[in-house]
């Protein structure tokens, strides 16, 4: 028998990630891929799953606790024929997130404004960079222009109202009955900071369609007789969205700089799943590239994966628009709100039946309300109108 450190593995968002809750305790005996802590970063709750079949010595660490790549959270006893399978597997797991991170440092690179030229040192360049700030809009006041740190402090201070929430006084509301206070979970608060900022620095518009899918409908319950897995609406929804957003590629873009937008010649679809620690929003990749059945597959994968707090950096990265989904709650439309860098988002709402005239014949047919929300700053009302007349005829002629 061989005792074990078991390490905080490299989950790209390590610096703040902390354990919200620890799903074993000492002298439990565990199987490979049994989970052992839940992490929760502000993208996502994830598990830390066993390595090994083995008995759990110690735990090293608490609730509540930051932890970042290569933290020891607990020892465990194994035994140690297992220990040259995994080391096995390691170096092939070391391998491949080598070649991711070269792959996502290089589009973290291509993605950034131009420095180049810019009078500022490697630490206002790193702070600039982290921010997300460009350094063309500062002035410095140092040397030759030199960008200071002072100079990019004051910068962020005078751009702060975008990001500042603002709080209802808790004081001057305790007066008028009993309450409690509920704690947000660290992904609804970063959601919160995030909407709050797409909300005041991107001037929404919403536009408002619906679509007959009565044909689609026939075609999905047909495809659902046979199909191992639920074919759902909004596979269909996603579909013809990806086809939209190829031929209308603004659509599918950032507005990376004072004039200059970024078309992205690939198609990923973020949607928004609701879960027990809040909105989480995993990316469907290469959507264009997919059947609807496939589709359908990759929602239940998503789905299940951030319910069961297993997405990974991957997952939920990279989308070039979303999808907001609330079909099954209710609601006739609603605006939902852009998920930055993106220029737009769809929201659907609930099928109903509508009787309508054909031939003098009253028919029943089903019709879907959607909407859009759209970056104003890149999308005009045009675009918009274009968008979504394209996504309503595709959805009518069936896909
Ligand atoms: N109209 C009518 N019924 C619909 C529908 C629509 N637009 N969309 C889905 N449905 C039906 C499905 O067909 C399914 O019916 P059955 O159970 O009878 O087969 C049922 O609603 C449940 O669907 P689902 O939720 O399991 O699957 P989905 O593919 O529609 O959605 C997901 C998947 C992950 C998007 C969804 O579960 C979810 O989390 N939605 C909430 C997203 C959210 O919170 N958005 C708001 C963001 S802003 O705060």
Redesign the pocket.
Known sequence: MKEIELKIPNLGEAEDTEIIEISVKKGDKLCKNDPIIVLESEKAAMEVPSDFDGKIIEIKVKEGESVKEGTVFAVIEVEENQIHSVEKEEVQIIKKEGSVNEEKTQTIENNLTDFSGINAGPAVRKIARELEIDLNEIIGSGKNKMITKDDLKNFIHSNNNALKIEYADLKSLEIFGDYEILNQTKISKAGARNLTQSWNSIPHVSHFEEAEITKIEKQRKELNEVSAI?I????Y?IKATSLALNEFPLMNSSLVGDGKVMIKKYINIG?????DQG?VVPVIKDVNNLTIGKI?EN?LD??IK?REKKLMKDDINGSTFTI??????GGTGFS??INPPEVGILG????KNVAKIDNEQLIKTIF?PFSLSYDHRVINGVDAGNFMSYIKRTIEKGL
């Open positions: 639920k759902t609406p909004l596979a929804i949607v928004a799943v609701n879960t909105l359908a929602i998503i789905s951030a907001s989904s609330l079909g099954e709650i939902p709100i659907v709402s609930r099928a879907l």
